[in-house]
């Protein structure tokens, strides 16, 4: 049995100029100006949400990651008192442990 993708439809009213601009565009690469339109949004699309859900670091910052996770410090006596109450909240079960979950 053949499976139907379900489709949305966008519909755009714009001034003669930009339509003949998109068809002028669509004709040079072998397109409907739909399917035009279509892939440069998609295309666009895809650059913003790398933009906004990428995170950049230098190779100067990286390295310092890298460094960090291979030889990670000691931990100081902050850390120590927030794994004491972590673990107790966890023991009077005020906090549930999500240690070895997939979430």
């Known amino acids: 049995m053949r499976q139907v993708a379900e489709r949305g ?23 409907t100006v739909n399917q035009f339109v279509v892939q440069s ?3 666009k699309a895809e ?13 100067r910052d990286a390295a310092m990651l890298i460094a960090l996770l291979e030889n990670p410090p000691k931990p100081n006596p902050a850390l120590k008192r927030a794994l004491d109450r972590y673990k107790g ?3 009077n079960g005020s906090l549930r442990s999500t240690a070895g979950s997939d979430a």
């Open 41 to 43: 949004a998609l295309e």
């Open 89 to 91: 909240k966890i023991k």
């Open 47 to 59: 650059q913003i949400i790398d933009r906004e859900t990428m995170i950049g670091v230098t190779r």
């Open 9 to 31: 439809r966008i519909t755009a009213r714009v001034s003669l100029a930009v339509q003949e601009k998109l068809q002028e565009a669509a004709d040079l690469v072998g397109a």
